[in-house]
C-alpha cells in the first residue's frame, strides 16, 4: 500500500539517526537548522522587539446555526472565508461553520452525519485546497467538498489502530500518526489521500509527551524530544533544535517523574522543573515555541536568520490578563487560544469574555468573535 518504509531510530532520547538509505538528513549533519539554547534566556521577562500591524475585529454572525459552542477551532482559511470546527471532540454534533473574515457573516453550515457517500460520525481534521475552493474532511474516510457545499468524492483512509487526529495541507501532504507494536507510524498522503511514504520512528512508546504534532500555515511539524522536524513527502527536515539542558522533558525524565505516580499533584510539581513542549508556529522569518515552565506558559518568538530571542510572552491560567496581548480600538484583547497562521496572517477566535459589542461592552446576545493580525519585525 505505502511507496515504501523509512526507519528512524531514537538515539540517546534527544536526537535521531535515519536508516541507511533514507534521503532525509539527520540532525547531526544538518548545519542549516537552528540550534537554539533555550536556557540562556530562560530568566528573562518579558518584552516585544516585534510590532503588529492591520489587526482585525469582527463580530460573529448570531443567527442560531452561527453560534459557537465551547469547542471550536480555526481549521483553515481560503481568501476571506475562515473555516471553522466546532465540536471539535468527536461527536454527532462535528460541523464546519464557514465565515467572512471581514465582518463575521456566517457563509454556510457543512454537516453531514450518517452513514451515506461524504456522510460522517465525526470530523477528525480538515485541509483545505484554496486554489479550487475544495475542502476535505478528514473521517474514517476523507470527503471532498467544495466550499459550497456540494460533494465530489471519498477517499479510503489507512489508519486502523485509532491514530492521532490527521494533519498537513494538500500542498505539502497530509500526515496520519499510529502508534503500534512499539513503534510510531507516519503515514503520508497526497491530496488525493494516495500514500506517498510511511516513517517509522522505531522504539517509541505513546505515551511519552516528548513528542509533539501540529501544523503551521502549510506545512506539518513534529519534534522529537528537542529536535522540530518539518514533514515533507518521504522526509522529516530538521527545523531546528531547541536544547533544554538540564531542564529537558526526554522519556527517560517522564518515566522518573510523571509515568506511573500515584500521587498526581506531586508529579505536576516535579514537572512543573521541566521544559514541556506544547506547539511549535513557523512563520517564514519567524519561528514560535510554546512550551510550559514552573507552572506558567511561554510564547518565544525566534528570528529565523540569526536564532535571536525576539519576543517573550509569558503567563499562568490565574493571571487576569492570560493569553497574547492584541490591542485593538483602544483596548487590549487577551486570546487564550493557539492561533491558526495563513500566509503570515494570525487568525483566532475570541473568548466569550472577551466579545464585546459596537458598544465596548459584552452582551449575552452576542456569539464570539474573530480578531486577525499580521507581525513584523526581524
Not at 19 to 26: K, N
Not at 348 to 355: K, Q, W
Request: charged share 25%; glycine share 8%.
Amino acid at each position: 500500500m505505502h511507496s515504501h518504509l523509512t526507519a528512524i531510530k531514537l538515539i540517546a532520547g534527544a536526537t535521531m539517526a535515519l536508516a541507511a538509505g533514507c534521503t532525509a538528513s539527520s540532525q547531526s549533519d544538518n548545519t542549516e537548522a537552528l540550534q537554539i539554547d533555550m536556557l540562556a534566556d530562560i530568566d528573562r521577562p518579558d518584552f516585544d522587539e516585534t510590532s503588529l500591524k492591520d489587526v482585525r475585529y469582527a463580530l460573529l454572525d448570531t443567527a442560531t446555526e452561527a453560534l459557537l459552542g465551547e469547542y471550536a477551532q480555526i481549521q483553515g482559511v481560503i481568501g476571506d472565508t475562515v473555516i471553522v470546527h466546532d465540536m471539535t471532540a468527536m461527536g454527532d454534533n462535528s460541523r464546519l461553520l464557514l465565515f467572512d473574515a471581514n465582518d463575521g457573516h456566517l457563509i454556510r453550515s457543512i454537516r453531514h452525519i450518517g452513514q451515506g457517500p461524504g456522510e460522517y460520525r465525526w470530523i477528525r481534521g480538515v485541509v483545505t485546497i484554496p486554489e479550487r475552493s475544495e475542502i476535505i474532511l478528514l473521517s474514517d474516510k476523507a470527503h471532498r467538498y467544495t466550499t459550497d457545499d456540494r460533494y465530489i468524492e471519498s477517499y479510503s483512509m489507512s489508519s486502523k489502530h485509532g491514530g492521532a487526529l490527521p494533519i498537513g495541507s494538500a500542498e505539502r501532504g497530509i500526515h496520519e500518526t499510529d502508534a503500534f507494536d512499539g513503534d510510531l507510524h507516519i503515514y503520508q498522503y497526497d491530496d488525493r489521500m494516495t500514500p506517498v511514504d510511511t516513517l517509522v520512528i522505531n522504539n517509541y512508546e505513546p505515551r511519552w509527551i516528548s513528542i509533539a504534532f501540529n501544523q503551521s500555515d502549510k506545512e506539518s511539524l513534529i519534534n522529537i524530544v528537542d529536535t522540530v522536524y518539518s514533514l515533507v513527502p518521504g522526509e522529516m527536515q530538521p527545523v531546528a533544535v531547541l536544547s533544554r539542558g538540564v531542564k529537558a522533558l526526554t522519556p527517560e525524565v517522564e518515566h522518573k517523574v510523571y509515568i506511573g505516580r500515584t500521587d498526581y499533584e506531586q508529579a505536576e510539581r516535579e514537572r512543573q522543573g521541566y521544559i514541556e513542549f506544547l506547539r511549535f508556529i513557523n512563520d517564514g522569518p519567524r519561528f514560535t515555541v510554546t512550551y510550559a515552565y514552573g507552572g506558567r506558559n511561554y510564547f518565544d518568538t525566534y528570528s529565523h536568520k540569526s536564532g535571536k530571542l525576539i519576543a517573550r510572552r509569558s503567563f499562568s491560567d490565574s493571571d487576569e490578563d492570560a493569553g497574547l496581548l492584541i490591542p485593538h480600538d483602544g483596548r487590549t484583547m487577551h486570546i487564550t487560544n493557539y492561533p491558526f497562521i495563513s500566509n503570515g496572517r494570525y487568525y483566532s477566535i475570541v473568548s466569550e469574555d472577551e466579545t464585546l459589542g459596537s458598544d465596548g461592552e459584552p452582551s449575552e446576545e452576542l456569539n464570539r468573535a474573530l480578531i486577525s493580525w499580521s507581525v513584523e519585525g526581524e
